[in-house]
Nanobody, 123 residues
Framework: VQLQASGGGLVQAGGSLRLSCAASGRSFSTDGMGWFRQAPGKEREFVAA????????YYADSVKGRFTISRTNGASRVYLQMNSLNPEDTAVYYC?????????????????WGQGTLVTVSS
């Protein structure tokens, strides 16, 4: 399976970006999908996730109310709408397919990962 993340870039604080992740090579509609991020010098952390059906979503406290995850199963895509960005959101963002059981919040449940897209928020 391949996951291709896109949509990153440079944005000023307070601005918005929409990340997109295209999936191929697997039955997309059977997997939960998640976004994680890794800032320079820090460990990778959970950002948001959505269930296979799209009816349930999960967010890290740090992004709740600012980010929205969604998916379009027909197009095999998952999106992350990011609003009110601040410099602490600067990181490489990765999309991942949840192929295992357990919590959406932990990376060990995700079997496939995209290559990442860089988001830089300037102050």
């Amino acid at each position: 399976v391949q996951l291709q993340a896109s949509g990153g870039g440079l944005v000023q604080a307070g601005g918005s970006l929409r990340l997109s992740c295209a999936a191929s090579g697997r039955s997309f509609s059977t997997d939960g999908m998640g976004w994680f991020r890794q800032a320079p010098g820090k460990e990778r952390e959970f950002v948001a996730a959505v269930s296979a059906s799209g009816t349930s979503s999960y967010y890290a406290d740090s992004v709740k109310g600012r980010f929205t995850i969604s998916r379009t199963n027909g197009a095999s895509r998952v999106y992350l709408q990011m609003n009110s960005l601040n410099p602490e959101d600067t990181a490489v963002y990765y999309c991942a397919a949840k192929t295992g059981t357990g919590s959406y919040y932990y990376s060990r449940g995700y079997g496939y990962w995209g290559q990442g897209t860089l988001v830089t928020v300037s102050s």
